[in-house]
């Protein structure tokens, strides 16, 4: 049978519109407690699992509470602004059940995972998953392959037979890195270069391309 085994999706930037909710967590957390917000930071964080992103808190934006402290809290914060409102983006609960049809689903985020769970739960998709993983739960988060090459290991698939759906710079490299071809659907606040887009398999404007036919082909 040719074509890929499974599909494996990225989470924020790509279901859901979530860098500002984590950007205003951080900010406010950072602000509150007399840290130092550098503009820099946001980008600096996309992609980190939350032990790299909570230690550079501690470190580099001065907060004076322990890296354990800082995620729990912003965790606390980025939970309670998804519980008022979801920012699931356009077409994504839609595209996930379309590809769910065909393929083994799997999701390689960088979030923590109870804020994974609450996503897919409140979105309604949940079931259409038979692999989550956290790059908090692997060794390096994005841009190192390890969340992607720990689903595929939870598919039992080969990384080359999965196609990942990524936004991010740092997404996008680990999903490239892992071996899995890879469908961009580039971050409109935070678009990736072209030297990063160039190493996807092929890049669309929105989820609404990411279509059965699409993935098939690759």
Not at 47 to 66: C, I
Request: proline share 6%.
């Amino acid at each position: 049978m040719g074509g890929p085994a499974a599909v494996v999706f990225d989470l924020d930037g790509v279901l859901i519109e979530s860098e500002q909710v984590w950007d205003a967590a951080r900010e406010d957390l950072v602000r509150e407690r007399g840290g130092t917000w550098d503009e820099r930071a946001t980008t600096d964080m996309m992609g980190m699992s939350s032990k790299e992103w909570s230690s550079y808190m501690h470190d580099r934006l001065d907060v004076p509470m322990t890296p354990a402290e800082i995620n729990d809290d912003v965790v606390r914060r980025v939970a309670a602004a998804y519980e008022e409102h979801l920012p699931l983006l356009p077409h994504a609960a839609e595209t996930v059940r379309d590809l769910g049809g065909r393929w083994r689903l799997g999701v390689a985020s960088s979030s923590n995972r109870p804020i994974i769970e609450l996503v897919l739960e409140r979105s309604g998709v949940r079931d259409c998953f038979a692999a989550v993983v956290s790059s908090e739960e692997v060794a390096n988060g994005k841009p190192a392959p390890d969340v992607y090459l720990a689903v595929a290991r939870q598919l039992d698939v080969e990384p080359t037979d999965c196609v990942a759906v990524e936004d991010s710079t740092n997404g996008i490299k680990s999903a490239v890195a892992a071996g899995m071809p890879t469908i961009a659907v580039p971050n409109r606040e935070f678009r990736p270069d072209d030297d990063v887009l160039a190493a996807a398999a092929v890049v669309v404007p929105s989820l609404a391309e990411v279509t059965p036919d699409l993935v098939a082909s690759l």
